[in-house]
């Protein structure tokens, strides 16, 4: 099975900071990630495909980057209405989430 | 507008077997793999089951084999999730979510609904 690691777990930032998240796979996965944002009581919802293609609709300040096992997401300029839990999820083999970054405001 | 509409969660003891239902609307629902995708009280997402467009493939998370079963009909433009032997770690919301293919090996969850809250407890 392919494990997904994320970091950090959880981040404050300022609004107009640049965020960045890691995501580590167990195994080559070349660019089989997608990354999703989850806003409490939400349902998930894709923001990246194919660890740098953003989803239609999604704000540019978001973006994605990496293949092999090492990817970074990326918001150019954090805004209030980031504060989320951003995840990795890899579809390689299966389907499996990392664990999840809380983002907030400091 | 594509709506995923989930019903069916609830309480139910350990042991006991549940039927979720989730009604899609909005696109062509034959056309797509669907999955359901879970989350524990306070934890991460974990998915536990797909399905091919005509049924003819499905596949799931270890820790459900042989306990969960997905299916679909396509004329009722319905997914399912038929759970049984439940146990107190089966506790979650249970989301349907369209499960996007495009190129060779294309995949992205790219619509949610809004979920369903299963619990297992005595």
């Known amino acids: 099975d392919i494990q997904m690691t994320q970091s950090p777990s959880s981040l404050s930032a300022s609004v107009g900071d640049r965020v960045t998240i890691t995501c580590q796979a167990s195994?080559?996965?070349?660019?089989?990630l997608n990354w999703y944002q989850q806003k409490p009581g939400k349902a998930p919802k894709l923001l990246i495909y194919?660890?740098?293609n953003l989803e239609t609709g999604v704000p540019s300040r978001f973006s994605g980057s990496g293949s092999g096992t090492d990817f970074t997401f990326t918001i150019s300029s954090l805004q209030p209405e980031d504060i989320a839990t951003y995840y990795c999820?890899?579809?390689?083999?299966?389907?499996?989430f990392g664990p999840g970054t809380k983002v907030d405001i400091k | 507008e594509v709506q995923l509409v989930e019903s069916g969660g609830g309480l139910v003891q350990p042991g006991g077997s549940l039927r979720l239902s989730c009604a899609a609307s909005?696109?062509?629902?034959?056309?797509?793999?669907m999955s359901w995708v879970r989350q524990a009280p306070g934890k991460g997402l974990e998915w536990v089951a797909n399905?091919?467009?005509?049924?003819?493939?499905?596949y799931y998370v270890d820790s459900v084999k042989g306990r969960f079963t997905i299916s679909r009909d396509n004329a009722k433009n319905s997914l399912y999730l038929q759970m049984n032997s439940l146990r107190a770690e089966d506790t979650a919301v249970y989301y349907c979510?369209?499960?996007?293919?495009?190129?060779?090996?294309?995949?992205?969850?790219?619509?949610w609904g809004q979920g369903t809250l299963v619990t297992v407890s005595s």
């Open positions: 979510a369209r499960d996007r293919r495009y190129g060779d090996y294309g995949h992205a969850f790219d619509y």
């Open positions: 909005g696109f062509t629902f034959s056309s797509y793999w």
């Open positions: 399905i091919k467009q005509d049924g003819s493939e499905k």
């Open positions: 195994q080559d996965i070349s660019n089989y």
């Open positions: 194919d660890a740098s």
């Open positions: 999820q890899q579809y390689d083999n299966l389907l499996t």
